[in-house]
């Protein structure tokens, strides 16, 4: 029997990816640099669009201190105040860094994903799409959740303990690194659902395993709120839920998933 008469089975050439190419470990390093660079390059003008409103974006952050600061009656404006003579610039940079970052994050899960690409078989080459879509929405809705709901309160909680001998007075180089990881962390959180129901499209994870695991990740999830928050009760519970939430719909859009893939196809 010659090669070209040797089929493989049909189970066999299901799980070959398509266009499958061998690549050394020289090769996928030179395709991680050029990915980063195009991720670096999109990121660029985003940056520059950040600078352009970085007063607006500074505005926008401090906005949520105001509500505390009238709730508990402190003395003055919810100001910013900065010591080091760099302290201002920097902040700006930074700001119109994290907006870029969220401005161009399609494109950088594009690139994220191109990356990945090659080493996936056909179906999950199919995700591609509804991953970025999703991964930007909830990323985005994850922040907006902590800026909303979360942060007013959250300072009206830690600004409370203030009183007429303990005066809150807030630097930029204290205030603004907080808020900015806090966002960035609500962001991450909210990705939870997109990450589980990826490994189930994917055929990593079944929907079964991911609900004999919640329970675990009651847990996981407990530890990582007390890891990204200021460990004030409040603050931890509001990310705390949305991760155990966010988890089940995870699995739940797993479970469809699954019944999908039983559809037997014309």
């Not at 129901?197 to 407990?222: E, H, N, Y």
């Amino acid at each position: 029997m010659t090669s070209a008469e040797i089929q493989i089975p049909e189970p066999e050439r299901a799980r070959v990816p398509e266009d499958d190419q061998e690549m050394t470990f020289f090769q996928h390093l030179n395709d991680l640099r050029s990915r980063l660079l195009r991720a670096i390059l999109g990121l660029i003008p985003a940056v520059a669009v950040g600078w352009i409103f970085k007063k607006e974006i500074k505005d926008f952050l401090i906005a949520p201190l105001q509500p505390a600061w009238e709730k508990l009656n402190l003395p003055g404006e919810a100001v910013l105040r900065f010591a080091g003579p760099a302290d201002a610039f920097m902040m700006y940079m930074k700001n119109s860094l994290i907006a870029g970052v969220l401005l161009a994050s399609p494109w950088i899960f594009w690139q994220l994903w191109m990356f990945i690409a090659p080493g996936l078989y056909k179906k999950e080459k199919a995700l591609a799409v509804p991953f970025i879509i999703a991964s930007t929405l909830c990323f985005t809705g994850g922040a907006i959740f902590g800026y909303k709901l979360v942060f007013p309160e959250a300072f009206t909680v830690l600004l409370g303990f203030s009183d007429e001998t303990l005066v809150a007075t807030l630097f930029v180089k204290d205030y603004m690194p907080f808020f900015r990881r806090m966002l960035l962390a609500f962001g991450i959180v909210f990705e939870v659902p997109v990450i589980v129901t990826f490994l189930a499209g994917a055929g990593i994870v079944t929907w079964q395993q991911l609900l004999k695991f919640s329970r675990w990740w009651i847990v996981c999830a407990a530890f990582i709120s007390m890891l990204l928050t200021p460990q004030d009760v409040y603050t931890m519970v509001m990310m705390l839920v949305p991760l155990v939430l966010l988890y089940f719909v995870g699995v739940f859009c797993a479970y469809l998933i699954s019944i999908f893939q039983r559809k037997p196809r014309p």
